[in-house]
């Protein structure tokens, strides 16, 4: 069995920062790929920044040069450093990632986290 967990959301003023981490933790033989989503009221959930294993990051136009993505392979884990913060960015920011099961090494499955809140005051 697999988890995926959020953590370090939270309320900050306009201009301020917040560090996202998340952590994969179980059966787990290997990950592919990492991300960060988020969800505003009213809004569908949309890609914020993502990073493949071994590779380089990508990002959402509208965060560029905010945002800054990283993972620690070692202990599995993926963080957004969110600088600059905006009103606009209040939203859930959900963890996703690409895994392979230790039971299962050879198939790639999709796990979600249950998201953190981030709400960013004016």
């Known amino acids: 069995q697999v988890q995926v967990v959020e953590s370090g959301g939270g309320l900050v003023q306009a201009g301020g920062s917040l560090r996202l981490s998340c952590t994969a933790s179980g059966s787990i033989f290997s990950i592919d790929a990492m991300g960060w989503y988020r969800q505003a009221p009213g809004k569908q959930r949309e890609l914020v920044a993502s990073?493949?294993?071994?590779?380089?990051?990508n990002y959402e136009d509208f965060i560029k040069g905010r945002f800054t993505i990283s993972m620690d392979n070692a202990k599995n884990t993926v963080y957004l450093q969110m600088n600059s913060l905006k009103p606009e960015d209040t939203a859930i920011y959900y963890c996703?990632?690409?895994?392979?099961?230790?039971?299962?090494?050879?198939?790639?499955?999709?796990?979600w986290g249950q998201g953190t809140q981030v709400t960013v005051s004016s």
């Open positions: 996703n990632a690409d895994l392979r099961p230790l039971g299962n090494p050879s198939s790639s499955y999709n796990h």
């Open positions: 990073i493949i294993t071994g590779g380089s990051p």
